[in-house]
């Protein structure tokens, strides 16, 4: 089995649910989110969600969390890891416009 570790990012997120730099688990794969961080672009603080979805169902990672104006909430590191399967993908939103950065690191294991 071969792992590759990946970056992806989304930045200006707003109220309609984004993929996380795009990255949907390919076939034949599973995939260890290793780190999962959603930083505040803004002067006011904001309500965020993360969910994992695939075909069947979306699950909350964590929901309308409030995040400080500038500040940043770690959803995912350290000792904690969440395993995604072929199809699955993070979504985020924002209750505000153009207002979150998300950046997750992935481990690919093939």
Known sequence: MANTFYRKTSSNVGTTATTIGGYTVGGATTSVVLGLSLANNTGATINASAF?????????????????????????????KIIIQT????????????????VMSIMEIT
Not at 62 to 76: D, E, H, N, Y
């Open 87 to 102: 199809n699955d993908n993070v979504k985020v939103v924002s209750d505000t416009a153009s207002s979150l950065d998300a």
């Open 52 to 80: 994992i979805a695939n075909a069947t169902a979306l699950t909350y990672l964590v929901k309308s969390a409030p995040v400080s104006a500038g500040g940043t909430l770690v959803i995912v590191g350290g000792d904690q």
